[in-house]
């Protein structure tokens, strides 16, 4: 699966909260703050960049698919 290369922080921000359930809480300094409670509470800082750097956004997919039961292509593929 080929990381975006040119999606900004907030457009992450965005797609996370339409596919995975996710709310933004809070925006602190460049940080916007994500937060679900399914299947458990986890808050995760999303850097409000343009763009986002790749290592940093491969680490938000293995980190939402680990806390959603999915595979890290899913998180990918629905983000794109």
Known sequence: MKIPRDLSGRELANRLSKFWDYREVKQTGSHIILQTETPFHQRLPIPAHKPVKIGTLSAIARQVARH????RDAVLNSIL
């Open 68 to 71: 959603k039961g999915v595979a």
